[in-house]
């Protein structure tokens, strides 16, 4: 097998790490590859140190920035956010580094979509909400979101993923909250934090579950092969 041209691939990542190496198993699971040089050349920045990206106060605008301009001067062509919530700073990233971005908002709001569902529900942070707000609105979609309560919960949930707890009574406090979502009038339930799916999948469910970060990993194969168009830059 000859050796495929391909764009190369930036991703910001560490927000948090295990998200982030879940991601990239996926880029390298997707690829078509026979021998490793059939692989896409991947630079990533996993920095655990970027700012709470709930704050706004915490400015972490600025430091995605740099990590971007960062990855563009390592060689990448084509930039990647494996994070929901660091999405809120994707006209800032892509404009800073002078690349086109692969929106996995975007993307997993035309899934849902896509799935036939007209009410999606999101499991993620309040940043990560508002965006897919607005994101499933241009596809003619309403948002079901949890209750302030379980929203509390959710983010306990999270906290607990990220320290490494991925047992039993999380993967059941996850799925529960999918269930929520459900008798809340979702028809799909979008995995919209990365971590997410560390811990749920498609059979803890009844409804069709929309995994963000699969889907980008998806896209960013395809982008980078040439099978589907880059970007647009907007600046």
């Known amino acids: 097998m000859s050796k495929i041209p391909s764009k190369v691939l930036g991703v910001l990542g560490g927000m948090g790490p295990a998200a982030t190496l879940d991601f990239l198993g996926k880029v390298q699971a997707y690829t078509p590859a026979e021998r490793d040089q059939d692989h896409i050349r991947v630079i990533v920045d996993i920095n655990p140190q970027v700012p709470d990206r709930n704050d706004p106060f915490a400015k972490p605008g600025p430091v995605l920035a740099e990590m971007a301009g960062a990855l563009r001067g390592a060689g990448a062509e084509v930039l990647a956010i494996a994070c929901n919530t660091a ?47 607005e994101y499933l609105a241009a596809q003619g979609m309403s948002l079901v979101t949890l209750p302030p309560e379980r929203q509390d919960e959710f983010m306990a949930l999270l906290g607990r993923i990220k320290a490494g707890d991925l047992g ?16 809340e009038g979702a028809e799909a339930v979008i995995a919209g934090c990365t971590e997410v799916p560390l811990v749920l999948s498609p059979k803890d469910i009844r409804l069709p579950l929309i995994d963000a970060g699969d889907l980008l990993a998806h896209r960013c194969v395809a982008v980078c092969l040439g099978l589907e168009p880059v970007p647009v830059l907007e600046m």
């Open 87 to 133: 999405h809120a700073y994707a006209d800032l990233i892509s404009r800073s580094a002078g690349l086109p971005l692969i929106d996995m908002i975007g993307t997993a709001a035309a899934a849902a979509r896509d799935s036939g569902a007209r009410r999606a529900g999101v499991l993620g942070t309040k940043q990560a909400t508002k965006l897919y707000r």
């Open 168 to 183: 039993p009574e999380v993967r059941a406090g996850m799925a529960g909250l999918a269930q929520v979502l459900a008798a």
